[in-house]
């Protein structure tokens, strides 16, 4: 990991970006808070006062693949070939 110089503009973007980035994870808390409490009312449609929300029950089907290919026994030669890697930058923000 390199470590630059802040310059006061890129200072002034972190702090900002990270002010950011926890009103949004307090909101998504809130909001997933509220969505769980309108989904426990089960499927249907439901009217607020400027809102309305549908809530709508689905199958979701997972298949395990990994599982699946491991039982044919490939070799490594042929994991690797059907491998890709790529470089993904992310970013965190912590309080300082």
């Given at each position: 990991?390199?470590?630059?110089?802040?310059?006061?503009?890129?200072?002034?973007?972190?702090d900002?970006?990270?002010?950011i980035?926890?009103?949004?994870?307090?909101?998504?808390?809130?909001?997933?808070?509220?969505?769980?409490?309108?989904?426990?009312?089960?499927?249907?449609?439901?009217?607020?006062?400027?809102?309305?929300?549908?809530?709508?029950?689905?199958?979701?089907v997972?298949?395990d693949?990994?599982?699946?290919?491991?039982?044919?026994?490939?070799?490594?030669?042929?994991?690797?070939?059907?491998?890709?890697?790529?470089?993904?930058?992310?970013?965190?923000?912590?309080?300082?």
């Amino acid at each position: 990991m390199t470590t630059i110089q802040l310059t006061p503009n890129l200072a002034a973007l972190i702090d900002e970006a990270g002010a950011i980035d926890s009103e949004v994870k307090r909101l998504t808390k809130q909001l997933d808070a509220i969505k769980a409490r309108i989904k426990a009312n089960g499927a249907g449609d439901f009217g607020g006062f400027e809102f309305s929300a549908k809530v709508i029950e689905s199958e979701r089907v997972t298949i395990d693949w990994q599982t699946i290919a491991a039982k044919f026994e490939p070799s490594r030669q042929l994991i690797a070939a059907h491998t890709s890697s790529a470089i993904v930058q992310s970013i965190r923000f912590t309080k300082a």
